[in-house]
Nanobody
Framework: QVQLVESGGGLVQAGGSLRLSCAASGRPLSNYRMAWFRQAPGKEREFVATVSWDPSRTYYADSVKGRFTISRDNDKNMVYLQMNSLKPEDTATYYC?????????????????WGQGTRVTVSS
């Protein structure tokens, strides 16, 4: 069992930056592929970014590529999402997720463990 807790959300102006954090407990984070998803009001949850057990192997949604960076610190059991050049369309609740499935990538159904989410609002 893995417990995930997100933090770092808030209100930011367009063009600004935020850094989201995800603290994991229960089992070593190194056993899991980690990802960030987001859900805007009235919309379905969508994939944002994922990082493999190997921290150098990352994958991003086209909408955030070049602006967001996912990273992990297995020693600290933490995952991060650095978000730069934020746009109003990035407004959403952001969720941290973990999967032990080596084939998991961008489908939310591949991720078994989820945090409660942290709200990000980008004003224009």
């Amino acid at each position: 069992q893995v417990q995930l807790v997100e933090s770092g959300g808030g209100l930011v102006q367009a063009g600004g930056s935020l850094r989201l954090s995800c603290a994991a407990s229960g089992r070593p984070l190194s056993n899991y592929r980690m990802a960030w998803f987001r859900q805007a009001p009235g919309k379905e949850r969508e994939f944002v970014a994922t990082v493999s057990w190997d921290p150098s192997r990352t994958y991003y949604a086209d909408s955030v590529k070049g602006r967001f960076t996912i990273s992990r610190d297995n020693d600290k059991n933490m995952v991060y999402l650095q978000m730069n050049s934020l746009k109003p369309e990035d407004t959403a609740t952001y969720y941290c997720a973990a999967s032990s499935d080596s084939g998991a990538l961008y489908y939310s159904s591949d991720y078994r463990y989820w945090g409660q989410g942290t709200r990000v609002t980008v004003s224009s």
